[in-house]
């Protein structure tokens, strides 16, 4: 059984009001991943997830990206111990 953690990360760049909170909802389901995401104030995209280290990272890979008109100027992110405290994923 592989070892979960905790990803959390804050994206910077054009990533509010195109979708991003959506799609990175469903590239996370799509992985079995848990968590949340949302905008925030500064227009930064913020999200907490847990999982499988090597989803996360194929998460953060493809957040890196985003979805179609998205424009990711660079991550904030660390790897945190596993805490399971995550039924699903929620977009706040």
């Not at 910077?12 to 905008?39: C, D, I, M, P, S």
């Not at 913020?46 to 499988?52: D, L, S």
């Amino acid at each position: 059984m592989k070892k979960n953690y905790r990803l959390h990360m804050i994206v910077h760049g054009e990533v509010q009001g195109v979708f991003y909170r959506a799609a990175t909802k469903e590239k996370a389901e799509q992985l079995g991943l848990t968590g949340w995401v949302r905008n925030n104030e500064d227009e930064t995209v913020e999200a907490v997830f847990e999982g499988p280290l090597n989803k996360l990272e194929e998460l953060l890979q493809w957040c890196h990206v985003g979805p179609e008109y998205a424009q990711v100027d660079f991550i904030e992110s660390d790897f945190q111990p596993y805490i399971g405290e995550f039924p699903s994923i929620t977009v706040y």
